[in-house]
């Protein structure tokens, strides 16, 4: 069964870099777009990034370009999220989610908090 | 990217049945999914291309679209169908994503 679960978060300090992981199974990993979603504390659904299944596309939400970056290891089955110049607003859960059809999430993983300390 | 409106909050008594709105200008010509969240758990799509079901949503979970509306029902509410539903839309120029603001469904 498809299993993607990620890692990597924790409490950082504000600027402070991070990445995180998310570990796939359980399908061709190397044929399949991805994304990276975020929510923030009792907050809603907010999509920050997505990446093609050979890496060579990405794009990404406003509120992380140029700060964040999306990449893959296929021969680890593996999506990555780097995280550059972080804020507080950056608080959330990030989950990894594969693109199914339209556009759409089809599969998600369960979530990795990333948080601040003051 | 696209503006989806959702209702904040939807409440229905048990049985009966549910309907949540995701708007926007971009609804008309963009296919629109559907997501369930209960607290504590990741997102899970009960719906995609406007209306199409995955395997293991029950048959009460249906989507339609009207103009720059797209509407979510959930027939024969139960009380385990408690949770925030949002609307999603995908750019494929752009290949950027848009969430509706989520609308929590409370069952009386």
């Known amino acids: 069964q498809v299993q993607l679960v990620e890692s990597g978060g924790r409490e950082v300090q504000p600027g402070t870099p991070l990445r995180l992981s998310c570990a796939a199974s359980?399908?061709?990993?190397?044929?399949?777009?991805m994304n990276w979603v975020r929510q923030a504390p009792g907050q809603g659904l907010e999509w920050v990034a997505f990446?093609?299944?050979?890496?060579?596309?990405?794009s990404y939400a406003d509120s992380v370009r140029d700060r964040f970056t999306i990449s893959r290891d296929n021969s680890k089955s593996t999506l990555y999220l780097q995280m550059s110049s972080l804020s507080v607003d950056d608080t959330a859960v990030y989950y990894c989610?594969?693109?199914?059809?339209?556009?759409?999430?089809?599969?998600w993983g369960q979530g990795t908090l990333v948080t601040f300390s003051s | 990217s696209y503006v989806l409106t959702q209702p904040p909050s939807v409440s229905v008594a048990p049985g009966k049945t549910a309907t949540i709105t995701c708007g926007g200008d971009?609804?008309?010509?963009?296919?629109v999914h559907w997501y369930q969240q209960k607290p504590g758990q990741a997102p899970v799509r009960v719906i995609y291309?406007?209306?199409d079901r995955p395997s293991g949503i029950p048959e009460r979970f249906s989507g339609s679209k009207s103009g720059n509306m797209a509407t979510l029902t959930i027939s024969r509410v139960e009380a385990g169908d408690e949770a925030d539903y949002y609307c999603?839309?995908?750019?494929?120029?752009?290949?950027?994503?848009?969430f509706g603001g989520g609308t929590q469904l409370t069952v009386l």
């Open positions: 989610a594969r693109d199914g059809e339209g556009g759409s999430f089809d599969f």
């Open positions: 359980g399908f061709t990993f190397a044929l399949s777009p």
């Open positions: 990446i093609s299944s050979n890496g060579k596309t990405d």
């Open positions: 971009n609804v008309g010509r963009e296919s």
């Open positions: 291309y406007n209306s």
């Open positions: 999603q839309v995908w750019d494929g120029v752009l290949e950027r994503r848009s």
